[in-house]
């Protein structure tokens, strides 16, 4: 049940980002559900494995291919389902409490924090990344033509 919970939760806030990013209205649900997705999909590996990192590579990952594939079907930028999707797993909280720490004369705490919160969002970027060079490099295999690599049998004509 906690799960329908946290699903239903990123969809709204998934919504809001979506309303603040002024996300076309068409595609409105299919990114909040997007977002959802990746919600889920995070906090499934973080009750796995129990690594944060490898729960926000693999949800941004996800969130990234599908926002994709959804970009070529419904014919827009790819970037309208990733932002919005993706907000969910930014780092908000670690941010604020590097800052706090810093603030408070906690460095220890403060390095800490910061370490943290820049290999998740190093995890939220490398996923994207890898998500989108995988579907560029997919299209371009899909429409790359025989001639191009069939130079042996020219010269024989």
Known sequence: MSYIIQFIAAILSTVGFALVFSVPLKTLLVSAVNGGLGWIIFKFVIDTTGSKYIAV??????????????????????????????????????????????????????ISSFYSTIVVAGSISFGVLLASSFSTSLKAFRTRTVNRTNYLKKGKK
């Open 57 to 110: 590579f693999l949800s941004a990952l996800s969130i990234t291919f599908v926002s994709e594939m959804l970009a070529r079907k419904l014919r827009y930028p790819a970037s309208v389902f990733i932002i919005p999707g993706i907000i969910n797993l930014v780092p908000g909280e670690g941010i604020y409490n590097t800052m706090s720490y810093f603030v408070n004369k906690q460095s220890d705490l403060a």
